[in-house]
């Protein structure tokens, strides 16, 4: 599907990406750490709100509104 979202849309879906992407990242660099600081739910919700990104990139043009802006 070719429909795009408005950049501000854009670029929170691809904070909300990023910001899970640190956590993840987080739990594979550090587990124990992470599980004492961040938790188990955070870590969950984090890999259920990449999922939610992933397919809100496939269904909307995200890159393309970014594209333009820059």
């Known amino acids: 599907m ?3 979202p ?3 849309v854009a670029l929170l879906v691809m904070g909300i990406a990023i910001a ?3 956590v993840i990242a987080s739990g594979f660099l550090d587990p ?3 599980l004492e600081t961040l938790g188990l739910e955070l870590y969950l919700g984090a890999i259920v709100g990449m999922l939610g990104c992933g ?3 496939f269904w ?3 890159a393309g509104p970014i594209r333009r802006a820059l």
Request: include cysteine; charge should be negative.
């Open 55 to 57: 397919v809100l990139s």
């Open 6 to 8: 408005p950049l501000p």
């Open 20 to 22: 899970c992407t640190l």
């Open 2 to 4: 070719n429909r795009q």
């Open 32 to 34: 124990e750490w992470m």
């Open 60 to 62: 909307f043009d995200l």
